[in-house]
């Protein structure tokens, strides 16, 4: 059974940081390339940050460039964004997806709100 399980939202100041975590199991991890997707009230889904299979490369939305860090550890089928000086427009549902092939895993979500 395929599980990606999203966690560390959470209420933040303007300026603050979160780390949110992707734990999944139920696929070959390491092989697929891990996306994180946001999606604020009243807004389509957007893509924030993805890394590649063995973290070859990485890519961000250019609204979170030099603020956020996507990372992953394949021993621990985990995926990882270090979300730094948080702006209110950083505030949605932060979502992770596992992509391979046209074959794509998404977890339920976990809630950022950036607000003072």
């Known amino acids: 059974q395929v599980q990606l399980v999203e966690s560390g939202g959470g209420l933040v100041q303007p300026g603050g940081s979160l780390r949110l975590s992707c734990a999944t199991s139920g696929f070959t991890f390491s092989m697929y390339t891990m996306t994180w997707y946001r999606q604020a009230p009243g807004k389509e889904r957007e893509l924030v940050a993805s890394?590649?299979?063995?973290?070859?490369?990485?890519n961000y939305a250019d609204s979170v460039k030099g603020r956020f860090t996507i990372s992953r550890d394949d021993a621990k089928s985990t995926v990882w964004l270090q979300m730094n000086s948080l702006k209110p427009e950083d505030t949605a549902v932060y979502y992770c997806?596992?992509?391979?092939?046209?074959?794509?895993?998404w977890g339920q979500g976990t809630q950022v709100t950036v607000s003072s």
């Open positions: 890394i590649t299979r063995s973290g070859g490369s990485t």
């Open positions: 997806n596992g992509y391979l092939y046209g074959n794509g895993y």
